[in-house]
């Protein structure tokens, strides 16, 4: 079963501001990562944080992880035009084969 | 260092027809996955495959699909008897070691059945 359910569906903001997109999945995880895909190609990795951080930081990303709530966000600053993209997150199930199951994703349009 | 390779990037089958799939990971990495991805929706996870050894095949349709990733060559996702249905962007990732580490994909193969 699908693990990670982002949200909200489709945002959609002016350049310069902060986009911030939630996951949410249903079993425990060993990590989280968050993954960006433009349109036409593959997706690329951004970001993990382990089921044992909160927080973590990279460039213009911070990711947060709430494993209690069973949910994480990810929080673009000073979006530019290039952010524009579709986002996922995808876990890595405890105990599994370790593939990783994404989500639906978010799609961001950042306008100039 | 050449980034995982997928071809053809785009393929046409009529509905009945073979179609095969190709994957070359990065070099160095043991590692791949399969994924298909519909219009507008997220990647649904399909086999994970080391050198010679399919390590899950959960996401696998259990009829006309197969995959495999021989000792020599590229992974190959093979679908039998293509159905309209089947057209979606099927994506192969590979890593370098298992466990959850991160992926790195291809740009896909676009798959249309007429």
């Known amino acids: 079963s699908q693990q990670g359910e982002e949200d909200p569906q489709a945002l959609s903001i002016q350049e310069g501001e902060n986009a911030t997109m939630n996951c949410s999945y249903k079993t425990s995880i060993n990590n989280l990562q968050w993954y960006r895909q433009n349109s036409g190609r593959g997706l690329v990795h951004l970001i993990l944080i382990r089921s044992n951080e909160r927080e973590k930081h990279s460039g213009r990303l911070r990711v947060t992880l709430d494993t209690s709530k069973k949910s994480s966000s990810l929080l673009i600053t000073a979006s530019r035009a290039a952010d524009t993209a579709s986002y996922f997150c995808?876990?890595?199930?405890?105990?599994?084969?370790?593939?990783?199951?994404f989500g639906q994703g978010t799609t961001l349009q950042v306008k100039p | 260092n050449a980034g995982v390779m997928q071809n053809p990037r785009h393929l046409v089958r009529r509905r009945g027809q073979e179609a095969r799939l190709r994957c070359s990971p990065m070099k160095g990495h043991s590692h791949v996955y399969w994924y298909r991805q519909l219009p507008e929706e997220g990647l649904k996870f399909m086999v994970y495959?080391?050198?010679?050894?399919?390590?899950?095949e959960s996401g696998m349709p259990k009829e006309r699909f197969s995959a495999e990733f021989p000792k020599e060559g590229p992974s190959i996702l093979r679908i039998q008897q293509v159905v309209r249905g089947d057209s979606a962007a099927y994506f192969c990732?590979?890593?370098?070691?298992?466990?959850?580490?991160?992926?790195?994909f291809g740009n896909g193969t676009r798959l249309t059945v007429t």
């Open positions: 995808a876990t890595v199930g405890s105990g599994n084969t370790g593939k990783l199951i």
């Open positions: 495959l080391q050198k010679e050894n399919i390590i899950d």
């Open positions: 990732a590979s890593s370098p070691s298992g466990g959850g580490s991160p992926l790195h």
